[in-house]
């Protein structure tokens, strides 16, 4: 039986001061994490420390959007596993659709991010998701295949159930847009079933697909029913509290 999770990619908003507000709201707006429901908050690394801070005595955990994958060195701007592990990072963001478009992500680094990630104990989002190009051209199915196993490529049975995959199709992430129930339970499905072809069935089962583009209070239920929709990678409604909680309120129902 798999848990919701819920998840906040809060991208570039929320410095340590609005950090601090933001959970603080959002504690105040859900004063207890509901039983059935994983809620994880991904502020920016320079509030990082804020949020573990906020977070001390909260069932709410936080995570980073981007680490290197190697341990330490010459990598001006990057942090390794080892100092996300230190402030207490639960989870990490791996080849977001932004980092691929503007940040030079590729397979090969987002695979190697999701390695770095579980061999540290931090439990990687993989993030997968087609253009409305190649959705267009009807090369979803095998654009996302891809991305799922080049980032697996190599993990061990044993951590693949500390892997969360997060499908977004790239032209519902920050548009309104959003993928119809429909399309999103045959692309979790479709997830799924690559990797019970790495793994096994028992394996596939046991890891969380979120849906990540324009996950919104009004489209939520519809989408968190479907069998394989595991949860909600939440980009925009993430950064108010009510609207955030709301979501977390409607996993909670269905869980
Ligand atoms: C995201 O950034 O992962 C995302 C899904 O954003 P939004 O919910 O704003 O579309």
Known sequence: MRRFLIAGNWKMNCGPGETATLISNLKQRLPSVPDGVDVLVCPPEISLTTAADELVDS???FGAQNVHFEDNGAFTGEVSTKMLTEVGCH????????????????????????????????????????????????VHDTMVSKQVQAALNGVDESLIQDTVIAYEPIWAIGTGETATPEQAQEMHNMIRNVIADLYDERSAEAVRILYGGSMKPHNAEELLRQTDVDGGLIGGA??????????????????
């Open 59 to 61: 069932k709410i955990m």
């Open 238 to 255: 993430s950064l108010q509290a009510d609207s955030f909680a709301e979501i977390i309120e409607i996993a909670e129902k269905l869980s």
């Open 91 to 138: 989870y990490v963001i791996a080849g977001h659709s932004e980092r691929r478009e503007y940040f030079a992500e590729t397979d090969q680094t987002v695979h190697r991010k999701t390695k770095k990630a579980l061999e540290a104990g931090l439990k990687p989002i993989i993030c997968v998701g087609e253009s409305l190009d190649q959705r267009k051209k009807d």
